[in-house]
């Protein structure tokens, strides 16, 4: 975890670009509008996440992504916060 924070800060304070796996809310990426944070690839630049990374998915692996984040978005709100 060190390591990547360091990475990621030398190449935002460096003016460069790179390509990292981040925890990020994903909003309308490949079709996904749930609050769900997920690690998926990301272009960081000097500002933060510039974008998302597009990847190449047919119609079966989308579904079922989409289908794991409606689970996942579930999930988080059967979480009861008041224990």
Do not use: C
Request: no cysteine; aromatic share 8%; hydrophobic share 45%.
């Amino acid at each position: 975890m060190g390591a990547l924070s360091r990475s990621v800060y030398v190449y935002v304070t460096t003016v460069q670009r790179s390509v990292f796996t981040l925890s990020t809310l994903p909003e309308g990426w490949n079709g996904i509008y749930e609050e769900v944070f997920l690690s998926i690839p990301v272009v960081v630049g000097e500002n933060g996440i510039t974008h998302l990374v597009s990847q190449k998915l047919n119609e079966s692996e989308l579904k079922l992504m989409q289908k794991s984040v409606k689970t996942l978005h579930a999930a988080i709100l059967d979480i009861d916060l008041n224990m």
